[in-house]
């Protein structure tokens, strides 16, 4: 079974501009989060999508947004990037948004994302 | 404001070795504890939690869960070169976590 798919793995971007990342979940998986790693904030939640809709969101700016299709795979959205944007993102599917065990997050490897 | 702290931050220790990483908490929403192992990029999964008390064991690795104290230990027994890693601890209601900052682990052969 494929494993959760981020697209792509790296990126350079300036100051302005804005960028689209993709996942993939695991097949069968109907719940997907996207997070923020950073060296100085560590792991830090930017929301979730369940069947098409926003579920939960965590504390960034409006700059930040996602959209989940109807075969699961998400998008997310920065616009107007600043160079604290440059972090790692991770997405992660799981399937379900909740039930024990059946909301363990299976992560990607992320995009890499530099701001210049 | 949701808090996880892990401790200690790095550890590094010989092979065979056994270690205990620490994981607090305090959360407004606690349904779950997780616990992955990040080598590279992707975290992979190791443990969930829900249950106080309840020791979950895979191989050398075991984890336990106090939801009275909130915390949870995760153990490693007879460490190998493999374990070297940083270990985040999560915890949160559904979907959304909070992570700690990790322990970076480093077993020297």
């Known amino acids: 079974k494929a494993g959760v798919t981020q697209t792509p793995r790296y990126l350079i971007k300036t100051r302005g501009q804005q960028v689209t990342l993709s996942c993939s979940p695991i097949s069968g998986h109907r719940s997907v989060s996207w997070y923020q790693q950073t060296p100085g904030q560590g792991l830090q939640f930017l929301f979730e999508y369940f069947s098409e809709t926003q579920r939960n969101k965590g504390n960034f700016p409006g700059r930040f947004s996602g959209r989940q299709f109807s075969n699961s795979r998400s998008e997310m959205n920065v616009s107007t990037l600043e160079l604290g944007d440059s972090a790692l993102y991770l997405c992660?599917?799981?399937?379900?948004?909740?039930?024990?065990?059946?909301?363990?997050?299976?992560f990607g490897a992320g995009t890499r994302l530099s701001v210049l | 404001e949701d808090k996880v702290v892990q401790s200690p931050l790095s550890l590094v220790v010989h092979e065979g070795d056994t270690v205990t990483l620490n994981c607090s908490y305090e959360v407004t929403n606690f349904r779950s504890l997780l616990w992955y192992k990040q080598e590279k990029k992707a975290p992979t999964f190791l443990f969930m939690l829900t249950s106080s008390g309840i020791e979950k064991k895979s191989g050398r690795l075991s984890s336990i869960l106090d939801k009275k104290e909130l915390f949870s230990i995760l153990n490693i027994t007879a460490t190998q070169t493999g374990d070297s890693a940083v270990y985040l601890c999560a915890v949160g209601y559904g979907n959304k976590l909070v992570f700690g900052a990790g322990t970076i682990l480093r077993v020297k052969s």
């Open positions: 992660a599917s799981s399937l379900y948004w909740t039930g024990e065990g059946k909301n363990i997050q299976y």
